[in-house]
């Protein structure tokens, strides 16, 4: 009898960890999503349509490149350092600019 009630105890305690984390889990999806909008929202503003097509462009061949172009571009707007809209050929620059840095930081060892 006691092992059956510790069984179902047992039992209660796993579903409401279960439930916390999935709750949890549900939490985070949620905050995570606000930020993606949050982001997107703030890119609408300061990027013409030409330069959101080439970032989203970069963002298919290569996602990291794209989101240190996003952060940067979010901290150069929240900071006031953006005096205008980003164009097409100022993406350009920035993504050269980028690209460059990291192979320029690539170390081989053989």
């Given at each position: 009898?006691?092992?059956?009630?510790?069984?179902?105890?047992?039992?209660?305690?796993?579903?409401?960890?279960?439930?916390?984390?999935?709750?949890?889990?549900?939490?985070?999806?949620?905050?995570?999503?606000?930020?993606?909008?949050?982001?997107?929202?703030i890119?609408r503003?300061?990027?013409?349509?030409?330069?959101?097509?080439?970032?989203?462009?970069v963002r298919?061949a290569?996602?990291?490149l794209?989101?240190?172009?996003?952060?940067?571009l979010?901290?150069?707007?929240?900071?006031?350092?953006?005096r205008?809209?980003?164009?097409?050929?100022?993406?350009?620059?920035?993504?050269?600019?980028?690209?460059?840095?990291?192979?320029?930081?690539?170390?081989?060892?053989?």
């Open positions: 009898m006691e092992n059956d009630e510790e069984l179902e105890e047992l039992r209660k305690r796993k579903m409401m960890q279960v439930q916390m984390a999935a709750q949890q889990e549900l939490a985070r999806q949620e905050k995570e999503q606000q930020i993606r909008e949050l982001k997107q929202s890119l503003q300061i990027l013409t349509p030409e330069a959101r097509e080439r970032l989203a462009r298919l290569k996602p990291e794209a989101e240190m172009v996003e952060n940067q979010i901290m150069l707007a929240q900071s006031g350092k953006l205008s809209m980003v164009t097409d050929e100022l993406m350009k620059e920035l993504l050269a600019r980028l690209q460059a840095e990291r192979k320029e930081t690539r170390i081989i060892r053989k």
